[in-house]
């Protein structure tokens, strides 16, 4: 098994900015089940929603508020799983529910292993 | 997770936007103005989908309405900053409120959430915007209903009621309005507005096309919430709100009733007397009886009476209610009320009389009442009936209420 993590991104744009109660119901709903799924095989490792709000930092330590100042997608969350090749996470990652939302998109990154690497 | 836990959560997210989603719009609109009325909403809408997801991967926070507020707060702060507003300590006071409020969330009383709520409302109904339009800002940031549903309850398309809703905050940052209560001098017909606006939310649900019938309980019962706040409030305590109040109550108490199996409307005749709702009734009964403390009869006190003489038993009932209606019509000419004393009218000198009152109401493109001269003539000239249910079914918007005219035609 190996470790990878899932980054949800955003469209600050196009998203629903002002969901009905139901819907929002229906959008943990959908969380709850993806988690469960992956808590169910055994392979959820841990995982963070994010607030909108941001800052962020460049080379010559210049700061500015953002992200959303220069880009439309923000990363709204993350999660990290175990799964037994890249195939299986990016299968896993599929099944993210952010991804009904139009314009929305999802990363899967492999983390490097120390002892792997040593 | 266990599933038990997994479905408190679910039931308890859409719980929480309809009750804390207005506090933190409102409590925002204090500390923005109403020049910015759209990032309250933003801001109290985004804390809300970063609950979904967060509470959705992470679990349910030990106290979630603390989180909300912690999390609305910090938006607000941000946002703040960034506009370069965040200068004075009394811009964040209402939002260090917030945030005690928070923290020690048993501790405070809601006094801050309650007193920003009736402020917003106090503004919204200013004169110079429109009162469809003050419905619907209402029913956004003091109910917190989604556009689609204010669409839904209106009957129109989601578009619509956003033009709407952007017009009217178009009109509230050009009025230049602020969330100060209107002076003593202004304050008497400020409060009408109000009562009206609540008494248009509360019809929105009772009367609605809408067939959706969770919706429109909901609308009926925030209708009852705002009034509910300005009666609990020592200024805006007046008799009229406790008349628009025990109104509802009485409505309230058949709104079960006059809904049959298949959502069709159930006729007052026809409704079964024991399935009226008799807490409501009581309820209703305990405000008319304080809305009885002034000078004033107002047409909310008259409209309340008709609606106790329709909820209880009372000896010469139809009589006292056409007496009502004939004092009603003195103070508010609309010819919805000359239809509904017409009806009382029927009740007590029959279709004839009922028929020839109605010759003098404009409401020919009005179903309701095609449906209610139908009912009259039905019994004295089947032709006329016929005519006037086939008006009636051109007329009505839902399926249901169309069915239900359809079978009565059926029946003739």
Known sequence: ?118 | MHSSFIMELENTLPHLFRTEYRKIVSVLCRTFGLRDVETAEDIASETFLTAAQSWGIEGMPPNPTAWLYTVARNKAINHLKRSGVFKSQVVTSYLDGMATQSEHPSELPNEVFEDSQLRLMFALCHPAIAVEMQVALCLRLLCGFGVGEIAEAFVTDKENISKRLLRAKGHLRDLNATLDMPPGSQMHARIGAVLTTIYLVFNEGYYSNSNDSVLRKDLCLEAIRLCTMLIECKSTNVPEASALMALMCFHFSRFESRIGTEGELIPYDEQVVSSWNVDWITRGGFFLQRAGRGEDVTAFHLEAAIAYYHAVPAPEKWETILNLYDKLLLIKQSPIVAMNRAYALYKVAGPKDAIAALEHVDLDDNHLYHALLGQLWSAIEQGRARYHFNRAIDLAQSTSVKQALRKKLDDL
């Open chain 1, 1 to 118: 098994m190996e470790e990878y993590i899932i980054l949800m991104r955003l469209d600050l744009i196009t998203r629903d900015a002002q969901p009905s109660p139901e819907q929002l119901q229906v959008y943990m709903q959908q969380y709850h089940s993806w988690i469960d799924g992956i808590v169910a095989a055994g392979k959820f490792v841990g995982g963070k929603g994010l607030s909108t709000e941001g800052k962020v930092i460049r080379f010559g330590k210049v700061i500015t508020d953002g992200p959303f100042a220069e880009v439309k997608e923000s990363i709204a969350g993350f999660i990290s799983i175990r799964a037994t090749d890249f195939d299986d996470a990016a299968r896993i990652a599929a099944d993210c529910p952010i991804l009904n939302g139009k314009g929305n998109s999802v990363e899967v990154r492999r983390i490097v292993d120390r002892e792997q690497r040593s």
